[in-house]
């Protein structure tokens, strides 16, 4: 599931290491722009393809699907100069790749949407979350100012125990916290992170 999926982009990044993507949107005209370029390069619907949809969790939704993998990236607010791909091809291995292609900073309880996505998971499936690295520049609070379109709730980034937190509550475990990448924007030296939990589940009597 490519979460909050836009046109595709990382979508296109990653199928080579995916048996299918899901892409989700709330912009049914981001939803149709998605589809027309996987129309276009003549991928097949059940390979890839797009829905317009607020997810929250109920089985009804996505007609019950589950996923390998969850990834969460930055909005495209941060202009990362290399590709990310490299970064999280290496954490998700030979997963049969769904993703979620969205930006924690703009939601305001990235616990509830932690929730969510691990709802979405297989047993033994990763969320993968790409996001900026709280500073202790104050400055870089004003980095992703509001606009019409887009609410920031977040707009320091976030410490690592924040996402520890959120997974936690999600019940992720195997814990994991890595700098990916340093990015710049207005005038600032910004660092992107990559957070990574599992959906664990055990057999009666069994303790990890």
């Keep these: 599931m490519d979460f909050a999926c836009g046109t595709g982009l990382i979508s296109r990044e990653l199928a080579p290491y995916a048996k299918s993507i899901v892409g989700v949107d709330i912009s049914p005209g981001m939803v149709d722009q998605y589809n027309t370029r996987v ?37 495209t607010q941060i202009r990362a100069p290399t590709s990310l791909t490299p970064h999280v091809s290496t954490l998700i291995g030979d997963l049969s790749a769904i993703q979620c292609a969205s930006s ?24 993968l979350v790409i996001d900026l690295l709280k ?22 980034g ?10 936690q509550e999600a019940g992720l475990t195997a814990f994991m916290f890595n700098d990916a990448m340093s990015v710049k924007r207005g005038g600032h030296d910004l660092k992107l992170f990559i957070a990574k939990g599992t959906k664990i589940i055990l057999a009666p009597g069994q303790i990890l």
């Design 39 to 75: 129309s276009n390069q003549g991928i097949p619907r059940e390979e890839m393809h797009a829905v317009c949809a607020d997810l929250q969790g109920t089985a009804d939704e996505l007609d019950g699907g589950k996923f390998d993998l969850v990834v969460v990236r930055p909005s």
């Design 104 to 127: 924690y900073h703009h939601f305001a309880s990235i616990n509830d949407v932690t929730r969510t996505l691990a709802f979405f998971l297989k047993p033994n499936g990763v969320l």
């Design 158 to 167: 976030f410490k690592e125990d924040d996402l520890r937190t959120a997974f």
């Design 135 to 156: 500073s202790d520049d104050a400055e870089t609070e004003d980095i992703f100012p509001d606009h019409p379109h887009h609410v920031v709730a977040h707009k320091g």
